[in-house]
């Protein structure tokens, strides 16, 4: 993980390659607590608020009010920049206590997790996108579905979130009518549909943790098999260019919020095959703006062909660590 003591006054707002491209950079939030990061370090915006926190701490859903109020406390210090507002991940690595003895689930990470969650209990999701939609009124807000593995799921997901915006306009009350809607990439199968889900979508996430685990069967909390989550294995980048292959022109729209936009091993690999927005920790952000400002696409796009030709794991480190 990358960490620097930068004063806030030296990172700017915005980035470009050496030889002149734009890549933002923007702030991935889990706690009310990140948003001062985010902003001292000049964040581009917000582009993935997971918000499942407000749900595990307490032993009940928050109600919409209070969602509401937590959601506009994300948005309003980002002022114009784009906040991306991800729907409910429990489930996986983050059970919410008051649930977990009523619904166990006897392989979590394979089971009733993200937008499989919010399906199951759709009252909570409703609310959910409510509050989202209210608190983004006149903001630049993009709403984000978890764990989308069909384009069924995103579909019946929009669905559900044209109701919700009906409902709003009808009984009056402010919200954003037209908020962006995005896919998270971040299940196996989602990679193979990714040309379809881009074409529903306004923009799409690359879920790196997640992808990485799916693909590679390695649980990404197990520490017994913490070394072979590695997001430069030559599935994992050869997933990733298929992605960026697979969303074509569209590629401007689509983000890496996993860690991987983070790996200094994989930010040249992910502007070579054609990312130009990371979302990171927020103390990661000085030193991510930093490595992509002296960085070239036409080194990272060289960098690409040579990764994907290569076999073994062993081999991509033995050249990312030489080169
Ligand atoms: C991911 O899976 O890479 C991701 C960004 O989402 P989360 O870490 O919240 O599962
Ligand atoms: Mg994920």
Not at 34 to 61: C, K, M, W
Not at 183 to 191: F, G, K, N, Q, R
């Amino acid at each position: 993980l990358l960490h620097a003591a930068h004063e806030a006054r030296d990172v700017p707002l915005r980035t470009t390659t050496v030889d002149n491209q734009r890549v933002m950079v923007q702030a991935n939030i889990n706690l009310i607590n990140d948003v001062t990061p985010a902003t001292q370090y000049n964040a581009e915006g917000v582009g993935l608020y997971r918000s499942e926190f407000p749900f595990i701490i307490r032993n009940h859903f928050p109600s919409e009010e209070e969602q509401y109020l937590i959601y506009q406390r994300i948005l309003e210090p980002m002022k114009d920049h784009e906040v991306v507002l991800r729907t409910l991940d429990v489930g996986g690595d983050k059970q919410l206590s008051h649930l977990s003895d009523i619904e166990p689930d006897p392989n979590p990470f394979l089971g009733f997790r993200g937008i499989r969650f919010s399906f199951g209990h759709e009252d909570v999701f409703r609310e959910q996108l409510r509050a989202m939609v209210r608190a983004g009124h006149r903001r630049k807000l993009g709403i984000l579905f978890p764990m989308i593995s069909s384009l069924d799921e995103l579909l019946k997901a929009r669905e559900v979130l044209s109701e919700v915006l009906q409902e709003l306009a009808d009984e009056g009350i402010q919200h954003n009518p037209a908020p962006r809607v995005g896919a998270m990439i971040e299940v196996p199968s989602a990679v193979d549909l990714v040309s379809e889900l881009a074409a529903c979508t306004d923009f799409l996430s690359i879920g790196t943790n997640d992808l990485v685990m799916y693909l590679l069967a390695a649980d990404r909390t197990n520490e017994r098999v913490q070394d072979m989550h590695k997001a430069h294995h030559p599935a994992v980048l050869r997933a990733l260019k298929r992605i960026a292959d697979g969303v074509g022109n569209r590629i401007s729209t689509v983000s890496v919020c996993g860690g991987a936009g983070a790996d200094p091993w994989m930010i040249p690999f992910l502007l070579g095959i054609g990312i130009r927005k990371f979302s990171v920790e927020p103390r990661q952000i000085p030193v991510v703006k930093d490595l992509i400002s002296k960085m070239t696409i036409r080194e990272s796009r060289r960098l690409v062909s040579k990764l994907l030709s290569m076999k073994t794991v062993a081999e991509v480190e033995s050249y990312l660590g030489t080169s």
